[in-house]
């Protein structure tokens, strides 16, 4: 599947065996990726190669496409293979007409070189092939064509956001306010006593304010 109409000099289109991946995986996972997915393909490569553009931390990009046997989300397997490749991924998922985008931020294992340990998933909906609103700007250098991908699958993105380490920084913030937002708002709901709902409420203020400053900042 082609979303993003890349130079010819990035295209790969090779099959990826499922088998590949054997040796990384426990018998449960094994199975995910024999029920789950028809077929794997490494689609491009986005490097100083093959784009002309420089890099700064971020070397390469690859292009996964996954086509799966039924509709649903694959989050598990997705970081299987991100945390097995020491590169950069943008995971295009499948099934029919129908696509999801996943991209993570990571960083090599301080164990294996190898390995990567995964900071952040940015994933998109799922929406039809010919309604694709994403794109992959190849402008500046490789770390800014990523850091621009995942903005499009953040929660909210912002030139003031410089570098993907600040892009995760707040998506993680965001979404650790709103879960203690929504824990708050059921104590409250189930709370007896009412000096501590004054408690409650007035914890809930100050996080909701938080969460609007941090909004705000962008």
Not at 33 to 48: E, V, Y
Request: proline share 3%; with cysteine.
């Amino acid at each position: 599947m082609e979303l993003f109409n890349l130079p010819y000099n990035t295209i790969i289109q090779r099959f990826v065996a499922k088998s590949h991946f054997d040796s990384v995986t426990n018998t449960k996972q094994k199975a995910l990726f024999t029920n789950d997915i028809a077929k794997i393909m490494w689609c491009n490569t986005l490097s100083t190669e093959t784009t002309n553009l420089p890099h700064k931390e971020i070397e390469e990009i690859q292009i996964f496409s996954i086509e799966l046997k039924e509709r649903k989300e694959i989050k598990s397997i997705l970081e299987i293979i991100d945390k097995t490749i020491p590169y950069h991924i943008i995971f295009i998922v499948t099934f029919g007409d129908e696509v999801y985008l996943s991209a993570s931020a990571k960083h090599p294992s301080p164990l294996n070189d190898n390995k990567s340990v995964i900071d952040w998933t940015y994933t998109s909906p799922w929406f039809k092939e010919i309604e694709n609103t994403y794109s992959l700007n190849l402008k500046k250098d490789i770390d800014t064509v990523f850091l621009d991908f995942c903005q499009q699958l953040s929660i909210k993105s912002s030139i003031s956001i410089k570098n993907i380490a600040d892009l995760t920084a707040y998506n993680s913030r965001f979404s650790s306010l709103t879960k203690e937002i929504e824990l708050l708002k059921k104590k409250i709901s189930t709370c007896p006593q009412f000096n501590k709902k004054v408690e409650l409420n007035l914890k809930l203020k100050k996080i909701i304010e938080e969460l609007d400053k941090l909004i705000n900042i962008l």
